[in-house]
């Protein structure tokens, strides 16, 4: 055997083998970061003009010092795994690097090719939307099954994983059988010690952004890096990561955002608390509700909105937003189905981080299903997928839905996907449901969330054909039109129909992107409240967010109750007025006609110019009294939350209406801690 010792007393091990084959799988890593950053360069969708080439150049170069920071720290690896023992003489023992060394190099190419992919569809490092993702690998894989033919490329990626093994096999042997000189193992791993210092210190030291390009922003990104940082980020701070200001000024500034000419506050401005008393008269509508959340449905689908082409996606959508109470400057609340979820059915305002559904501390928020059981209301969830997946069958049993049912509750023997069951059985087991709950004599909520206009974009094509014409996406978006039509048009003949009003509302937008921090020409979203006979159809054009659809919904049936809601009843919005509240991993947007200010970690706000539709945003210093209200907004609801002023008492009764006097001794004061968990 050649003799790869070692010789003099030097610090530094230039000359061994195993320093020489960390040094290697360094490089390769660096490498393979640099070449997918090329390729990520060509997917940029945002038009040169918005990314100067100056910009690009930064976002390489600091990109390049993120990867060598990534880089020391993959190669560093091996250095201590190699130096785990004084020698690898047994054939098994030679075999663990071996092994250790083609699955590093199986995820250093998997984990490229699969960033090119979630690049394509979320425009965007790995975030925590990947790290939700694999959370739930049932879904995961099934869709990756279904949507791209990964029983061919995973053995591609092995097989090119186990030809660079091979062709690494002599380092590394030279490397595990050299026999190190006296002392120079513990030198190494001091050294192994400081270069993942150095590796965590350089990730530390180079952040911030390169440009006002989001895209060019996330091109510097290293996509480990990016996907740790989500995994320890996920339940962000706010207090010294993001702007705050006077806790009493704040909660002013939030008040005034949510009065409105029915509205009286119950508890005294020196609390935390925007509870008012709503006042729309004193004979409700008991309606049963029916919500129908469908899977990525964004204005750029919608004919009666920004979808353009002809012939339109959505024939029984258009004609159906003729008929009723149509919100047409929607946004959603971020860029995920519990984003939606949360706020729809809580109408809280969007705090940095995961949504509130994937926090522990979820469990008892004031709820529109609490609300309605205050008055006599039954209140389910129908899922067309497994209520497992993140966290939703937790969270809606949290915030009072009883009982949630999911994909293995619906009778269906035709078609589904890794996500769950079609659109068509769904509302099929719905209308089932909704004759068994008719028959107890008390109104029902019913949501259901559809899981068909999501990739793979495949469905049962007994009513509407695939058409090669159009993109997969285009065709999915044209079957959930489809099966809503239907399924209203089958509700028609049921006995409840005439006292029933239904509500279509996307949980969030389809693919996300653009140069703006939050790229809100992506994120408009359609809500149409349909009841004949009860509802005048109307089209209401004032700026909102799904936070405003509790509200608005409530004053059109004339509930009067107590409001603990972010949300506003966009209906008595005097004209030109409206704001939206939204989030797009740690950015939080509020939006006035024509300004959005964005609140980041770490950074200084960023202002845009904004108009309703697909227009791109344009930088522009942030407004000041914008600026003011987004702060004040997102600052209260993170403390709310935290110190549980934004949930049900304890025995779960909605609280009645109580003059102030009574409720200041009821409520936490500002001075009350916000508790961390």
């Known amino acids: 055997m050649q003799d790869f010792r070692v010789r003099g007393r030097r610090w530094l091990p230039s000359a061994s083998p195993r320093a020489r084959f960390a040094l290697l799988m360094g490089a390769a890593a660096f490498a393979t970061f640099t070449a997918l950053r090329l390729i990520l360069t060509g997917l940029l969708a945002t038009p040169s003009a918005e990314r100067p080439f100056t910009d690009v150049l930064a976002a390489f170069a600091m990109g390049a010092l993120r990867d060598f920071g990534v880089a020391l720290i993959f190669g560093v690896f091996f250095l201590v795994l190699l130096n785990a023992r004084a020698r690898w003489k047994r054939r098994f023992g030679r075999a663990v690097p071996l092994v250790f060394l083609t699955l590093a190099l199986f995820l250093l190419v998997f984990s490229a090719i699969a960033e090119v992919f979630f690049w394509n569809e979320f425009d965007s490092r790995l975030d925590g939307i990947a790290l939700y993702y694999l959370m739930f690998p049932r879904e995961v894989i099934g869709n990756l099954q279904e949507s791209f033919n990964i029983a061919l490329y995973l053995p591609m990626v092995a097989a090119v994983a186990i030809a660079l093994t091979f062709a690494l096999r002599r380092f590394l042997r030279h490397a595990v059988d050299a026999v190190p000189v006296k002392g120079l193992r513990p030198r190494e791993f001091a050294i192994s010690a400081l270069v993942l210092v150095a590796g965590i210190a350089i990730l530390e030291t180079a952040r911030g952004d390169v440009s006002a390009n989001r895209e060019v922003n996330q091109l510097a990104e290293n996509g480990w890096s990016t996907f740790i940082s989500a995994a320890l ?174 994909q293995m509750d619906i009778r269906h023997d035709s078609f589904e996907t890794a996500w769950g069951v079609s659109d068509e059985d769904l509302y099929t087991e719905a209308l089932s449901r909704m004759d068994d709950m008719s028959k107890e004599g008390k109104p029902f909520l019913i949501t259901m969330m559809t899981v068909s206009n999501h990739r793979p974009y495949l469905f049962p094509e007994n009513h509407v054909k695939q058409d090669p014409s159009m993109t997969k996406r285009d065709n999915s978006a044209r079957y959930a039109d489809w099966a809503y039509g239907d399924f209203v048009e089958r509700a028609k003949s049921h006995k409840w129909f005439g006292d029933t009003v239904f509500v279509f509302v996307a949980d969030h937008s389809e693919k996300i992107n653009g140069a703006a921090q939050v790229p809100l020409q992506d994120m408009r979203i359609p809500i149409i409240i349909y009841a004949p006979g009860h509802i005048a159809p109307k089209r209401i054009e004032t700026l909102g967010s799904q936070i405003d659809l509790i509200p608005t919904l409530l004053g059109e049936l004339g509930f009067s109750y107590m409001s603990p809601f972010f949300g506003v009843d966009l209906r008595r919005v005097p004209p030109g007025g409206g704001w939206l509240t939204t989030a797009h991993n740690f950015s939080v947007a509020f939006g006035r006609p024509g300004h959005v200010a964005v609140l980041e970690p770490n950074a200084s706000p960023k202002g845009y110019s904004f108009e309703a539709g697909l227009t791109p945003l344009r930088p522009e210093t942030p407004d000041a009294e914008t600026l003011k209200e987004a702060i004040a907004l997102t600052q209260t609801a993170h403390h709310m939350f935290y110190a549980h002023q934004y949930h049900m008492p304890d025995d779960r009764k909605w609280p009645a209406y109580t003059p102030p006097s009574r409720a200041v001794a009821q409520e936490p004061s500002l001075d009350d801690p916000v508790k961390r968990p």
Not at 302 to 315: E, M, N
């Open 233 to 406: 980020t996920n339940d962000q701070d706010y207090d010294g990561v993001f702007p705050t200001m006077d806790e009493h000024e704040a909660i002013r500034t939030v008040r005034k955002l949510v009065a409105q000419d029915n509205t009286t506050f119950i508890d005294p401005p020196t609390m935390r608390s925007i509870r008012r008393w709503v006042d729309n008269g004193a004979a409700p509508r008991k309606l049963n509700i029916v919500i129908v959340t469908n899977e990525s449905f964004g204005s750029k689908f919608v004919g009666a909105l920004d979808y353009k082409k002809k012939p339109s996606l959505t024939p029984a959508l258009d004609k159906l937003s003729t008929e009723s109470l149509f919100l047409t400057n929607i946004y959603a609340s971020g860029d995920r189905t519990v984003r939606g979820l949360e706020a729809t059915e809580t109408a809280f305002a969007v705090i940095p981080g995961i949504s509130t559904a994937r926090r522990a501390q979820s469990e008892g928020m004031y709820s529109l299903p609490y609300l309605l059981k205050s008055f006599g209301y039954r209140t389910t969830v129908l899922y067309g997928g497994r209520n497992a997946f993140d966290n939703m069958g937790n969270y809606w049993k949290g915030i009072g839905f009883d009982p949630v049912w999911d």
